[in-house]
């Protein structure tokens, strides 16, 4: 079983940036992705970027190539989305994620078998 607890969220006006953070514990997650998903009022749990735990292989939403960067570090266990270039639109709860996903499904929340509680991130305009 792993835990997730993410932190970092906020507000912050547009054009802006923000890191968030999710500190991972329990056992046996070498071989998982790591995600984040964000979900906004009215609107579906969407994929936003994934790492593999081991080996680093990432991969993103077209919505988000080119501002966010997602990045682990092992030592002390924590995953980071980097977001910059914000937009009004990247406004809603952000959910970090883990699970043995394969490369074909990656991308979808299905594949996430643990959740962390998420941290709100408002952009302003």
């Known amino acids: 079983q792993v835990q997730l607890v993410e932190s970092g969220g906020g507000l912050v006006q547009a054009g802006g940036s923000l890191r968030l953070s999710c500190a991972v514990s329990?056992?046996?997650?070498?071989?998982?992705?790591m995600g984040w998903f964000r979900q906004s009022p009215g609107n579906e749990r969407e994929f936003v970027a994934t790492?593999?735990?081991?080996?680093?292989?990432?991969y993103y939403a077209d919505s988000v190539k080119g501002r966010f960067s997602i990045s682990r570090d092992r030592v002390s266990s924590t995953v980071y989305l980097q977001m910059n270039s914000l937009e009004v639109e990247d406004t809603a709860v952000y959910y970090c994620?883990?699970?043995?996903?394969?490369?074909?499904?990656?991308?979808?929340?299905?594949?996430?078998?643990?959740w962390g509680q998420g941290t709100q991130v408002t952009v302003s305009s």
């Open positions: 994620a883990a699970g043995r996903a394969i490369t074909s499904t990656a991308t979808s929340a299905r594949a996430y078998s643990s």
């Open positions: 790492i593999r735990w081991n080996g680093a292989t990432t």
């Open positions: 329990g056992s046996n997650f070498g071989s998982y992705f």
